[in-house]
């Protein structure tokens, strides 16, 4: 238990749908992020949010959209995604406290299958 | 954030220590030293930070030289379950972008 909670853990969707993905903590930090992790591959950062601006992304298709309406909650709202988008979807937060701490904690991961 | 470069792959036995290096010769002087652990389908994990000389917690040590434009990760008596990637990443606390890179992919065999 890291702190950061992500919903739903196993999502399959056709590329006609669209899903939210949900990233909760409670942990008083300010930054928040969304990662994709292909399989086999690195994480690819996607946003980056930080006291609820987006302050980073990635080139990523607008067919991933997210949202951020408090430090504590992050979406990431997928709408007519392609097979090519099936992953893990990881979240994270960390503190941006100035003293030098970057400690990231992650969430579980939403495993993303696109039929 | 400053650029980073670790080995792609260390492969080591049970019981033995393993010692992993990450260059950074673009750090700045507010940079601290992260280092993560993934296993598979699952989220990084923090293992330890630094800024100089040496860390120990109770999963690893940190050695940082002087001019600090590298680290090493010495993880003591590895098991079969320390079989995992692991991440140097290198940046302070207005960097926070959290970029990274392939990681060194450590293999413990029995």
């Known amino acids: 238990e890291t702190g950061v909670t992500q919903t739903p853990r196993h999502l399959v969707m056709g590329m006609t749908n669209k899903k939210s993905l949900k990233c909760e903590q409670h942990?008083?930090?300010?930054?928040m992020y969304w990662y994709k992790q292909s399989a086999k591959k690195p994480l690819e950062l996607m946003f980056v949010?930080?006291?609820?601006?987006?302050?980073e992304n990635n080139s990523v298709p607008s067919r991933f959209s997210p949202e951020c309406p408090n430090s504590s909650h992050l979406f990431l709202h997928l709408h007519t995604l392609q097979p090519e988008d099936s992953a893990l979807y990881l979240c994270a937060s960390s503190p941006t406290t100035g003293d030098g701490n970057t400690e990231a904690f992650f969430g579980q991961g939403t495993r993303l299958t696109v039929v | 954030l400053a650029k980073t470069t670790q080995p792609i792959s260390m492969d080591s036995y049970e019981g033995q220590e393993v010692n992993i290096t990450c260059s950074h010769n673009n750090i700045a002087t507010n940079d601290y030293i992260t280092w993560y652990q993934q296993f598979p389908s699952q989220g990084p994990r923090f293992i330890i930070q630094g800024y100089k000389t040496k860390v120990t917690n109770e999963v690893a040590s940190l050695f940082i030289p002087a001019d600090r434009k590298s680290s090493t990760l010495s993880l003591p008596r590895v098991s079969l379950s320390d079989t995992a990637v692991y991440y140097c990443l290198v940046g302070d606390a207005n960097d926070y972008k959290l970029s990274f890179g392939a990681g060194t992919t450590v293999t413990v065999r029995a």
């Open positions: 942990l008083g930090h300010n930054a």
């Open positions: 949010y930080n006291f609820k601006e987006q302050t």
